[in-house]
């Protein structure tokens, strides 16, 4: 019988587990966020997480800016919170309108509080195997592992999808748990062979209901990071219905990463409170 690995019910463990080590550490973290414009997902991206920050007991404060922001003023935001000791962590909720450079700003969040892990300094310790702050999907997906006790060390981990805030960070994170790594994306040839191979599968490419039970090994560990509309629902980038029939372990959507990927922000934040408590004493 296939195994869900609960997401939500995981998260849910792990956050209180954070309220009750913050509650006897005598640590206050602040998480602050910036979001730039009104898109519906966005805000309610944000929105779920100040209040994971409420229920663990970490102080956030929300920066709101126009759509029309340009990018020297969503910088000016981050430059003004990388000043502000009372700051632990900073997220900017990506994507960000068209006008607005990422790159510049990611890097301009100080790597110290680079909570989401997507500042290169912070993505280069990741793939020298010493990383500060890992992004917090992949990250969560590993929570999700060592919950369910998913042997990697030596399993044939694929990973779809290339992109720097999941695919590529995911596989560096399975390389550094000993799994042998592939990364497949839209110029990969033969792919659905390259699929069938994986003991483990990570799907993050937006395509809803794409991974079919004929591209997956009977007994593979699948998960599901894709997010899609199909039909007024949400769903992933895997056929749950289909695929669980030949899968060992499999995540939902939703229920599955999305929970976990909170968690681990909040985690990452409580890290970033830490390690600042111990630099400044």
Partial sequence: MVIILDGKKCSAMRLELLKEELGDSGLCPRLATVIVGSDPASQMYVRMKHRACEQVGIGSVGIELPADSTTEKVLESVQRLNRDAGIDGILVQLPLPKQVDPERVIESVSPEKDVDGFHPENLGLLFSGKPRF??????????LFKEYKIPLSGARAVVVGRSIDVGRPMAALLLNADAT?????????????????????????????????????????????????????????????KVAGIASAITPVPGGVGPMTIATLMENTCRAAKVKACTSA
């Fill in 134 to 143: 890992s992004p917090c999907t992949p990250s969560g997906i590993m929570t």
């Fill in 181 to 241: 790594v592939t990364i497949c994306h839209s110029k990969t040839k033969d792919l659905a062979e390259e699929l069938k191979r994986a003991d483990i599968l990570i799907s993050a490419i937006g395509k809803a209901h794409f991974i079919q039970p004929e591209m997956v090994k009977p007994g593979a560990v699948v998960i599901d990071v894709g997010i899609n509309q199909l039909d007024g629902k949400l769903v992933g980038d895997v056929d749950f219905a």
